[in-house]
């Protein structure tokens, strides 16, 4: 796999009434430095809770800027849900995305509660050749 990087970004997010209960969100990409157009690669998001509590009606909405150059493979829908985290544990979305259009993009993903609440957003950006 030589020339491929994993990059990740951390984005710590609140989520209950104390502080003591965060949610925390980290998205994967793989990536090469240079991506070609018709190139596919993966983003996983994965989302961590260290509250006391369960958390639930968790989703994960995925946009590009441009809108056009790139496009979702698997799964085709802007938003995935996540299963419910367990106190203490982690939960992990994966995205097939491909470049669609030369120049550079930004990927962004997120995470959203059951009411449509933004909780938190991590951003990348990416240059196709």
């Known amino acids: 796999m030589g020339g491929w990087q994993v990059r990740r970004i951390h984005l710590r997010l609140i989520h209950g009434a104390a502080a003591d209960e965060p ?22 998001a994965t989302v961590t809770n260290s509250a006391a509590a369960a958390a639930g009606g968790l989703s ?28 203490g544990g982690s939960r992990s979305v994966t995205r097939q995305i491909r470049a669609d259009r030369a120049g550079t993009a930004t990927l962004t993903m997120t995470l959203r509660d059951s009411s449509g609440t933004t909780l938190g957003t991590a ?6 050749n």
């Open 23 to 44: 949610l925390l969100l980290a998205i994967l990409l793989l990536t090469i430095p240079s991506i070609r157009r018709g190139q596919t690669f993966s983003a996983t």
């Open 123 to 128: 951003t990348r950006t990416l240059t196709i």
């Open 60 to 87: 994960v909405l995925v946009s590009f800027t441009p809108s056009n150059a790139l496009r979702l493979q698997s799964p085709q829908a802007s938003t995935q849900s996540v299963a419910t985290v367990a106190a």
